[in-house]
């Protein structure tokens, strides 16, 4: 049987999907910051941020460093620009189509035919 490999944008979307973990990727934005420093602002356990932190470490998005008993996570720039870009380029989609919309909503307007 054929098993389905979710794609890397799949699982950045699903990592991003929970709150917890969005706010450990807007923490992450600002630098590099240790599971502590993570934890500290959120309403969970140590093991519950960890086990986020591994839904983000397995969607590429956020990395992970040990030095000595401190774990430093830091955000994986490439995983979050390849998000940035399939947002945009849904973004244009739907601004040309906006654009065009308009374009004919301007062309069949009522009141400019009457004048």
């Given at each position: 049987?054929?098993?389905?490999?979710?794609?890397?944008?799949?699982?950045?979307?699903?990592?991003?999907?929970?709150?917890?973990?969005?706010?450990?990727?807007?923490r992450l934005?600002?630098?590099?910051?240790s599971v502590?420093?993570?934890?500290?602002?959120?309403?969970?356990?140590?093991?519950?941020?960890?086990?986020?932190?591994?839904?983000?470490?397995?969607?590429?998005?956020?990395?992970?460093?040990?030095?000595?008993?401190?774990?430093?996570?830091a955000l994986?720039?490439?995983?979050?620009?390849?998000?940035?870009?399939?947002?945009?380029?849904?973004?244009?989609?739907?601004?040309?189509?906006?654009?065009?919309?308009?374009?004919?909503?301007?062309?069949?307007?009522?009141?400019?035919?009457?004048?």
């Amino acid at each position: 049987m054929l098993q389905y490999q979710p794609a890397p944008l799949d699982l950045a979307f699903q990592a991003l999907s929970d709150p917890g973990r969005r706010a450990m990727v807007e923490r992450l934005s600002q630098g590099p910051a240790s599971v502590s420093d993570l934890a500290r602002p959120l309403p969970m356990t140590l093991s519950a941020v960890a086990q986020h932190l591994k839904v983000l470490e397995a969607a590429g998005l956020v990395r992970s460093e040990k030095v000595g008993r401190v774990r430093t996570c830091a955000l994986e720039i490439q995983a979050m620009t390849q998000v940035e870009r399939w947002i945009a380029e849904r973004k244009r989609f739907w601004e040309q189509q906006y654009d065009q919309l308009e374009a004919y909503l301007a062309k069949t307007d009522p009141e400019e035919t009457q004048t």
